[in-house]
């Protein structure tokens, strides 16, 4: 997910296979509401409500819920259901038209019909006001949405992609009523209209407010009231105190690591407060990368390049910065997606080599000191990123051979001199818009991707990564994959550095939060209930 330029793990298995048929599913009368209200703390920002905007995780969280998708990722899951519709498939061989039937009685939270002219407009007017914050960078593929009749929607696409599904599974498939948006501009009142089991009663500053939307028809059975959401604008330590006091029952995405561990260890002792929180640990595939501008004069260099990755000790950064809460990464897709390999692992080891390190140096002709500023920016990509960087460049220090300093700016400018090509080192997160190894290379190595750090490779832009979108067996893409991250290793455009899991911590009377945290990042209000 660019996020939102920020870059989330369970097998696909067949994944997408499916997606060629993907079948009926069962339909709910509302949601069928139940069990107390919940309150919940995030420091997350929901930077819009408009689904055309947002692309990033605080709003999605929010589209999730208060808006349908054609299609849904289940508990666990990776291949996509119907929600809205009531069935979807490729109706070519080719991959390039896809159908989709709507349920029967589908509404909104205001009480207007959901047709296929809604799907169609939303989809059209995401494309057209094509907002840098929003969604439309997915939907290159998309040629044109026909509408049959008031229950059919047919996407016809420019070129062959079988993660489309995916893609409209996720928020940026969020349907809007076309009476309640405008066409070729952004909402702007903080309020949304959408047919998801909750509606959005109220979005202020600190606080959003959700019940139960009993106009919805659809896949989920809300096992709670209504959720009030307290924003925390980044203050860790305030989420943390408000959940120790009782006043939230639940923190997702917004602890520092550092409490998560403290709570995990004071968890069942004579620790006040944190005897009654549980925490609870979910797969992700949120992962962290370095960047290197292939351009630049120090980083440019392949010899530089496998040096910092002869010498950067994953573990000890996990250890030392985030408390065990993520684990190290070795390729660009990471554990539990399908495809994924050990390629950095394979071809520089696990542990730091200064040996081979000063070897790479010496052989591309680099001597001296290697001066080098490694750039970050303080919260986009967690809080802890700061920091990360700093003990990344005391490993590359205590080697003699780097003399390594960090600089971070406000995430503005980090962007922008990215574009500008200033900086030869960044970092860069990532947060999947799907579940897919798709999600995790096109983005970064097709045309026109995000990372702006001027590296191209004709096997994996022209070859690669469009034969591996038109595969409808997706379990069968791997070798491909496999290349693909093994030529990233061997070239060194970026080094992953850890993946992530996924947490939520809660009062013990809080239950359900195993079905919220997965690799399709979906948090799924509905999935909590309180006792």
């Not at 990042?521 to 006792?531: D, L, N, Q, Y």
Request: proline share 5%.
């Amino acid at each position: 997910m660019r996020k939102r330029n920020q870059w989330l793990n369970l097998p696909l298995g067949a994944a997408l296979a499916a997606a060629l048929l993907t079948g009926c599913g069962a339909d709910q009368g509302g949601s069928g509401s139940t069990g107390d209200a919940v309150v919940m703390g995030m420091s997350d920002e929901i930077q819009a409500t408009d689904p055309a905007s947002g692309y990033d995780p605080g709003s999605w969280l929010l589209f999730n819920n208060v808006f349908q998708s054609l299609l849904s990722f289940p508990n666990g899951g990776t291949e996509p259901q119907p929600e809205a519709a009531k069935e979807c498939h490729f109706s070519d061989s080719a991959t390039k038209v896809y159908s989709c039937t709507l349920r029967a009685g589908l509404k909104f939270s205001n009480g207007d019909a959901l047709t296929a002219k809604d799907v169609k407009f939303s989809f059209d007017r995401m494309r057209n006001i094509n907002d840098d914050a929003g969604p439309a960078i997915m939907f290159p593929m998309l040629d044109k949405v026909e509408t049959p009749d008031e229950s059919t929607v047919v996407f016809h696409l420019k070129y062959a992609d079988a993660t489309f599904p995916s893609k409209i599974a996720s928020g940026a498939g969020s349907i809007v009523d076309h009476t309640a948006y405008p066409a070729d501009a952004l909402r702007t009142d903080g309020k949304a209209v959408g047919s998801g089991p909750y509606r959005l009663d109220a979005f202020g500053k600190d606080e959003a407010a959700f019940s139960v939307n009993d106009k919805y028809r659809g896949t989920a059975e809300a096992k709670n009231t209504g959720v009030t959401l307290k924003l925390f604008h980044g203050d860790q330590a305030g989420l943390k105190k408000s959940l120790l006091d009782g006043d939230v029952d639940l923190a997702y995405r917004g602890l520092a690591a550092k409490d998560i561990a403290d709570i995990q260890a004071a968890t069942g002792k004579d620790a006040g407060a944190a005897q009654d929180i549980d925490v609870v640990e979910g797969t992700s595939a949120e992962v962290q990368h370095l960047v290197f501008n292939m351009k630049d004069p120090v980083a440019g260099k392949l010899a530089v390049r496998k040096a910092m990755a002869y010498l950067i000790d994953r573990d000890a950064l996990i250890d030392q910065v985030y408390d065990n809460t993520a684990t190290s990464l070795y390729s660009i897709i990471p554990a539990g997606i399908s495809g994924h390999n050990t390629a950095f692992f394979d071809t520089y080891g696990a542990h730091p080599s200064k040996s081979r390190a000063r070897a790479a140096l010496e052989s591309g002709g680099v001597t001296g000191k290697v001066k080098l500023t490694l750039w970050s920016t303080p919260s986009r990509y967690g809080p802890a990123t700061d920091a990360e960087l700093k003990a990344i460049a005391g490993q590359l220090n205590a080697s003699g051979l780097f003399d390594a300093d960090v600089k971070s700016v406000a995430f503005a400018q980090y962007e922008r001199d990215i574009k500008s090509g200033k900086y030869g080192v960044y970092v860069k997160g990532w947060v999947p818009d799907y579940p897919d190894p798709d999600n995790f290379t096109q983005p970064f190595f097709g045309a026109g991707n995000v990372l702006a750090n001027h590296y191209t490779n004709s096997a994996t832009t022209g070859t690669i990564i469009p034969q591996t979108g038109a595969q409808s067996d997706r379990a069968s893409t791997a070798k491909q994959y496999e290349q693909l991250q093994d030529i990233v290793a061997q070239q060194l455009p970026i080094l992953p550095v850890w993946q992530a899991k996924q947490y939520a911590v809660a009062r013990d009377s809080v239950y359900g939060l195993e079905n919220c945290l997965d690799a399709s990042t979906v948090f799924r209000f509905w999935e909590i209930s309180k006792g």
